[in-house]
């Protein structure tokens, strides 16, 4: 277990060193008004004073190992900074995107999981024309990048059906459309961007419903496309780590005790697979994690995908390092979970 934690902690030290310096090897300069990529000259006017106290305050001037003693010095007070570009906390401008990349994120990874387990089952226990049906469409649709599958998905169900919207994370101003119901309440919506709604309803049941069916129908192509992306591989593994448990000597033992299929698939076949497929979810986070930046940017959800593509493009760096930061520590955090269950499950095989 120590041996474990400490491999774990060089790991983060790891990503907080890289965080650090993978934004700063970006051309450019942040502060540079003369191209498109720079600071937004629309929402930041700066005088000569003005940038020399921006570069003071960012750290710009001082050298790198200063900056880093000053990045770990911010990072121990939990200080994301401010923007360059915004000039607005960092902390609440990731507050206000997080629940998007994690609704996002959290929906795809659950379904992704129970369908590909489901399907990988049912192609191992039947065999025949149904497992050869689904390897196929399992490995075909596993070539697939996310970007892809999303810009297939945009163009036939949103451009040519119709289906769905084209862009965006909920429709402007339906809030404010729902509130000609009638009623009084305020009701802030929890994915709301400011650059969207903070509607205000009244009546606060129609008002969320209505948002809630909004921002679904926007989150389907989304979603749709991780789903895609993501379930083949956990069909195939499944499907493999099941094949390789039906040959085994247990499952003959527990049919000579008359057991019936379900009860041997419930209690000896599944819980002997668990450890692959938990070891298998614990790899697939971080594919999940960079597929949903792809698509939140092909799709304009205003999640931290987005949002760290366009702080890339403005080379804003207390945006770069906090969403970096957060998403590595974040996929560790995971890793490390289910490596403690992982060992748990081990354990138990092994006892």
């Known amino acids: 277990m120590a041996g474990l934690l400490a491999r774990y902690v060089v790991l983060a030290g790891a990503v907080v060193l890289l965080n650090f310096l993978l934004p700063r090897f970006l051309p450019g300069d ?14 930041l006017t700066l005088t000569a004073e003005g940038r020399a106290r921006m570069v003071e305050v960012y750290r710009l001037d001082q050298p790198l190992p200063r900056q880093f003693v000053g990045y770990l010095s911010d990072l121990g007070r939990l200080d994301f900074g401010r923007s360059i570009g915004r000039g607005t906390r960092v902390a609440d401008l990731i507050a206000q995107r997080l629940p998007w990349t994690l609704g996002l994120m959290g929906v795809t990874a659950v379904l992704s999981s129970l369908l590909g387990l489901v399907l990988g089952l ?13 390897v196929g469409v399992a490995t075909s649709l596993a070539a697939l ?8 998905l945009l163009v036939t169900l949103a451009v040519g059906a119709g289906w769905f ?18 009623g009084t309440a305020a009701v802030a919506n929890p994915f ?9 309803v009244t009546s606060a049941g129609p008002g969320l419903l ?6 679904l129908w ?29 040959a085994q000597p247990y499952l003959t033992v527990a049919r000579s005790k008359g057991l019936d299929e379900w009860r041997i698939l419930r209690t000896h076949l599944l819980p002997n697979a668990a450890l692959p497929l938990v070891t298998l979810f ?26 760290a593509y366009e702080a890339i493009r403005a080379r804003d760096y207390p945006i770069l390092q906090a969403v970096f930061l957060i998403a590595s520590l974040f996929v560790l955090a995971v890793q490390l979970t289910l490596d403690l269950i992982s060992r748990a499950l081990a354990s138990r095989h092994a006892g």
């Open 210 to 215: 209505a948002t809630a069916l909004d921002i």
């Open 122 to 134: 049912v192609a191992a226990w039947r065999g025949g024309r149904i497992d050869a049906t689904i």
């Open 282 to 307: 614990g790899l697939r986070v971080g594919q999940i994690l960079g597929g949903a930046v792809v698509v939140e940017r092909v799709f304009a959800i205003p999640g931290l995908g987005l949002f």
């Open 145 to 152: 990048p996310e970007l892809l599958v999303a810009l297939g």
């Open 165 to 182: 919207p084209l862009y965006g994370g909920q429709t402007p101003f339906a809030g404010a459309a729902a509130s000609s119901l009638g």
């Open 218 to 246: 926007h989150l389907t192509l989304p979603a749709l496309a991780l789903l895609i992306s993501t379930t083949a591989a956990f069909v195939l593994v499944a499907r493999g780590t099941v094949r390789a448990e039906l």
């Open 30 to 43: 942040p502060l540079d008004f003369g191209t498109d990529e720079g600071v937004d000259p629309s929402r």
């Open 192 to 200: 709301a961007t400011p650059e969207t709604v903070t509607a205000t």
